[in-house]
T-cell receptor, first 114, second 110 residues
């Protein structure tokens, strides 16, 4: 157990729907990062939150949004889902705003859009 | 844009042998960190090793070591005495823009 908790582990939904992925960072970590990994692909950085504020944005679609709450957990909202959104979505956390010491990753949420 | 390039999509090594995975990166920064992550079939991302750019000494973690060439912007991972459990995808990462390489799939042959 890495200490980063992601729920749900698996999600199957239909095109056009909206889903919410949840992440609880490791205790004491202030930053949360979201990544998307399509089948047999690398990790695409989506967005970072640090202590409740958006810190950095990557290749995140306008249909996707995220937030970090006062208790530091984060949610990634994916709407108007398309087949191409099927992927493994990782959350990672780090103690500070930078990842000098590396991330701690959760086990991911596998999203299947049918 | 900063980039991280892993030029070897797949590599294979015999058990107990040594293998080196390549990574190059592009940056104009002088202070940064580089990482290698392992992703076994379970898909969990596991930090293997970390290198601070301002340190001349190459990082080592047991059977894993890096060859960090700052001027060449090269950061290769050497796995010694390869074990079957080393079979995985390996990703190189650069911290300043949270960017990962495309990965190298390592197969270990018994």
């Amino acid at each position: 157990d890495s200490g980063v908790t992601q729920t749900p582990k698996h999600l199957i939904t239909a095109t056009g729907q909206r889903v919410t992925l949840r992440c609880s960072p490791r205790s004491g970590d202030l930053s949360v990062y979201w990544y998307q990994q399509s089948l047999d692909q690398g990790l695409q950085f989506l967005i970072q939150y640090y202590n409740g504020e958006e810190r950095a944005k990557g290749n995140i679609l306008e249909r996707f949004s995220a937030q970090q709450f006062p208790d530091l957990h984060s949610e990634l909202n994916l709407s108007s889902l398309e087949l191409g959104d099927s992927a493994l979505y990782f959350c990672a956390s780090s103690p500070t705003g930078g990842f000098h010491y590396g991330y701690t990753f959760g086990s991911g949420t596998r999203l299947t859009v049918v | 844009a900063q980039t991280v390039t892993q030029s070897q999509p797949e590599m294979s090594v015999q058990e107990a042998e040594t293998v080196t995975l390549s990574c190059t990166y592009d940056t104009s920064e002088s202070d940064y960190y580089l990482f290698w992550y392992k992703q076994p079939p379970s898909r969990q991302m596991i930090l293997v090793i970390r290198q601070e750019a301002y340190k001349q000494q190459n990082a080592t973690e047991n059977r894993f070591s890096v060859n960090f060439q700052k001027a060449a912007k090269s950061f290769s991972l050497k796995i010694s005495d390869s074990q079957l459990g080393d079979a995985a995808m390996y990703f190189c990462a650069y911290n300043n823009d949270m960017r990962f390489g495309a990965g190298t799939r390592l197969t270990v042959k018994p």
